[in-house]
């Protein structure tokens, strides 16, 4: 490839002319929808991205405050805040809403965002899937809070075990809501990851090789992967479950040639590695906000890409440790034990490589590397209870006790919500143009910390006490009450440090200060557009040439033309090396995913109640899918004649 | 003088705009699809060895195969099927549209005639998915599968409409080669799923 400049303009007043009209023309062809009906026809991925992120942040609002109920309700000693009833429905609307509504949902939608901008690309490979993926999303999130409301929340925990969820022991429609909100969300995640694989795969940047890949892009990638094979556990078994359920089929019913333990299998496959889906972007954010925020390339790129590639697989061969209360054989338990303290390893990797990167760095205490920081010291914790809960003897003993609960918060909102809280932080500038309140970011983050720890590690005790999860009350014998109050008093610190961290956002949004292109001094490709992106995102793509391709520009930086700007153009690029390979049409707006949304809804909200659900539902499904791919040949494509 | 900002260094504007296999995205979206489906399908196979261990009697009293010769025919329609989809692959490739509208017909007769024998066959089953969970995991697989089967009879149905009524784009020739692969797919899954439920010795023990 020369280095050398192609086509004839020569004269900086001649290129600035050009560019200009180039620009309106790229304007004119990528314009987003507008108004209310540009809502539901929106394919650009930088708005769905938001929408995920707004969204999500909304759900974890509600399942914080969930939260705070029940550590109201636990303050004190036989206490009457919540009655048993609504403390189940309260646990497992929590547990399922900042699982499937909040974490992984947040995490992939920041992948919308960010993915497509980190590649050097102008949308993501399948737009009108993303918006598909959306709707159905927010539709399962409504579907399971319209019924919380009308006192038919789920109650059988956000992991349903049979037979306790099974139709004997749930009677009503609890359960039915849960297993069908799984299966909006995990089409959801599923199409989400099939679509950030093929974008990363297939529409690099030319010179961003495999080795260049941002690590942020990695983690999305090894997600997207853990996604697709994770996913399908979860929506077979909770299909099984719906049916024992509806039409008396008997998966989960020993009596009839079941097993109950199959539930478990087949929930924990999905549900161990579930947790990696969530922690694994988390990883990439640290990535991300280090190098900035320490001045330098982050240490051990090969090492971190390994570590999450290892992640992903050792991930998948951990499921049964969350089963060994049900009497395993011991060589089961023996081998589910060394492979969960294998994944330490990978962990262990990143950590180091961070502690590296943060030694040789110059660092600048901003509101993200705060969160950081939070981040490597809770996980490093979450991490040594998670050896700990490895080992059958300490596991068996504490199982189904607030120790668990300890672990998983420690593991979950140190290991993700951390870096998710200093990610937003570092990326909301790119997102909205301005900048967040550093005063109030470290003041959130100290609350956030302290409130953290205050909430959570009480809890190890109390567990090591035996004070067991899902129970809605302890008695005044237990001597849990002065721990139960410290925990809920640090809930109450947290809630305040969300607080001040939501309503930073909201100001900042008003109020902020300009944020320009690239307020950090960045190294990755989204920084080198304007904030917020243009809806082509890059009027020439870039061509990368490093790892951190913004670190190598000088006052100019290499770029591809020819990309046509009057049709929504893109460029394919090939799987290793990204050179350039030939050049697509992305679709135009359109609302018939959104109609093709509403079919899925129907088809499983009627199928709570009957099976004829299905060939209901599938009428407006084919319609909305044959409007949607029904070629109109007005996208610019080459059309065939027939052969005489 | 202001200096440009940015330097062309590739020219992209000769490159072509259609691709065949997995230079195209949407081989990759086709393929994310089958390792889902490939999936879930596995899981079904390990929940069936999982409840065929755990049982005492496999199948349990009562159940009696529907027959070597008409399960066996009808997984060899299936297989005949790949033929044609495959004649139409190969003159998608060679944008030949009346061949591709030729070979499609072909297939979907084809789709028509397993799923026509699999009624028959689901028909002759002395069990429902309610008496027991062997019955329960091959309905339940069965009536996955023919989810896929009736999908690929419909996209049959609307490539053929597309081709005769157009406008034909150039893109849709690579649709056509991912829908036979999507085909091959299905064709495989199902197989799998007759050499596990037709061949189970503990089911061939029933024949007559």
Not at chain 1, 123 to 148: E, H, K
Not at chain 1, 339 to 350: N, V
Not at chain 1, 423 to 436: A, E, H, I, N, S
Request: net charge neutral; with cysteine.
């Amino acid at each position: 490839m020369s280095a050398e400049p192609i086509g004839g303009l020569t004269s900086a007043e001649d290129f600035e002319a050009a560019e200009a009209a180039d620009r309106r023309l790229l304007e004119r062809t990528w314009k987003y929808a507008s108004g209310l009906w540009g809502w539901f026809t929106e394919v650009d991925h930088s708005r769905i991205g938001k929408r995920y992120i707004v969204t999500a942040l909304i759900f974890f609002a509600l399942g914080g405050i969930e939260a705070l109920m029940m550590r109201v309700q636990l303050a004190r000693p036989a206490n009457g805040f919540l009655g048993p009833d609504l403390y189940n429905q309260v646990f497992t609307t929590h547990g399922s809403t900042m699982m499937f509504l909040f974490a992984v949902p947040i995490m992939l939608g920041l992948g919308v965002y960010l993915v497509p901008l980190m590649v050097g690309t102008r949308n993501l490979a399948f737009p009108r899937l993303n918006a598909f993926s959306y709707y159905v999303y927010l539709i399962g999130g409504l579907f399971l809070y319209t019924a919380f409301f009308l006192n038919t929340g789920p109650d059988a925990g956000w992991f349903a075990y049979v037979p306790l969820s099974g139709p004997q022991f749930s009677p009503g429609k609890r359960v039915d809501v849960w297993a069908q909100m799984i299966t909006f969300t995990e089409i959801s995640a599923l199409a989400v990851a099939v679509n950030l694989i093929t974008t990363i795969f297939k529409q690099r940047a030319p010179g961003m090789s495999l080795n260049r890949i941002p690590l942020f892009v990695w983690a999305m990638l090894v997600t997207s992967f853990m996604v697709v094979f994770a996913m399908p556990a979860v929506m077979l078994s909770s299909l099984m479950l719906a049916l024992d359920r509806l039409i008396d089929t008997h998966f989960f019913n020993p009596a009839q040639g079941g097993d109950a333990i199959l539930w478990q299998h087949l929930f924990w496959f999905f549900g161990h590695p579930e947790v990696y889906i969530i922690f694994i972007p988390a990883t990439g954010i640290v990535s991300a906000i280090l190098a900035p925020f320490t001045r330098r390339e982050v240490f051990g790129y090969m090492a971190l890409v390994l570590s999450l590639v290892a992640t992903g697989f050792i991930g998948f061969g951990l499921w049964v440790h969350h089963m060994f209360a049900t009497g395993l054989p011991q060589l089961g338990a023996s081998f589910f034990t060394a492979a969960s303290i294998m994944i330490a390893i990978p962990a262990g990797t990143q950590i180091f490589c961070w502690i590296a990167t943060l030694w040789g760095g110059h660092l600048r205490f901003k509101t993200p590397l705060l969160y950081v920081l939070g981040f490597i010291f809770t996980f490093v914790i979450g991490g040594l209870t998670g050896v700990m809960l490895a080992a059958v003897p300490l596991n068996l003993q504490v199982h189904d006790t607030f120790f668990v609960v300890a672990h998983l918060h420690y593991v979950l909102i140190g290991g993700a919500v951390f870096p998710l809280l200093g990610g937003l932080f570092y990326w909301f500038p790119k997102l909205t143009g301005r900048m967040l309140s550093e005063t109030w970011g470290k003041v959130s983050f100290w609350l956030v910390f302290l409130g953290f720890n205050v909430t959570f590690f009480p809890q190890h005790i109390l567990g090591l006490e035996g004070m067991p999860r899902r129970v809605y009350t302890y008695l005044p014998e237990t001597g849990w009450g002065d721990l139960n109050m410290l925990s809920t008093a640090g809930a109450f610190i947290l809630g305040l440090g969300v607080l001040v961290y939501l309503l930073n956002g909201i100001v900042s949004l008003a109020k902020g200060e300009p944020a320009g292109d690239d307020p950090w001094g960045a190294d990755t490709l989204e920084w080198s557009v304007s904030s917020p992106p243009p809806p082509y995102n890059f009027q020439a793509l870039p061509m990368v040439s490093g790892r951190s391709p913004r670190w190598l520009w000088h006052d100019q930086h290499p770029v591809v033309v020819g990309l046509r700007s009057d049709r929504r153009e893109f460029l394919i690029t090939n799987l290793l090396d990204a050179e350039p390979d030939h050049r697509q049409v992305s679709p135009g707006p359109t609302v018939w995913p959104f109609i093709l949304s509403l079919g899925v809804g129907v088809t499983f909200i009627l199928g709570i109640f009957t099976p004829w659900g299905l060939p209901i539902g599938a009428v407006p499904c084919a319609v909305a899918l044959i409007a949607w791919f029904w070629p109109r040949g007005d996208q610019g494509h080459p059309l065939l004649k027939e052969k005489s | 003088m202001k200096r440009r900002p940015t330097t062309p260094v590739i020219d992209v504007s000769n490159l072509p705009t259609t691709a065949f296999g997995q230079r195209d995205p949407l081989w990759w979206g086709v393929a994310g699809v089958m390792c889902i489906e490939g999936t879930m399908f596995a899981l079904m196979l390990a929940s069936y060895f999982y409840l065929r261990g755990g049982a005492h009697v496999w199948p349990p009293p009562g159940v009696i195969h529907p027959g070597l010769g008409i399960t066996t025919g009808n997984l060899a329609l299936l297989l005949l099927s790949i033929l044609p989809m495959h004649l139409a692959a190969q003159a998608a490739e060679r944008q030949d549209l009346a061949k591709i509208r030729l070979w499609l017909v072909v297939s979907t007769v084809l789709f028509v005639a397993f799923l026509a024998l699999r009624i028959s066959i689901m028909h002759r089953l002395t069990f429902r998915w309610d008496s027991h969970a062997y019955g329960s995991l091959i309905w339940t697989t069965v009536g996955l599968h023919t989810v896929h089967v009736v999908t690929g009879i419909v996209e049959n149905l609307l490539f053929i409409a597309v081709l005769t009524r157009g406008p034909v784009e150039d893109k849709l020739m690579d649709d056509l080669r991912l829908n036979s692969m999507y085909w091959y797919f299905v064709v495989a899954c199902w197989a799998l799923f007759y050499g596990v439920f037709y061949l189970d010795p503990g089911l061939l023990g029933t024949l007559r």
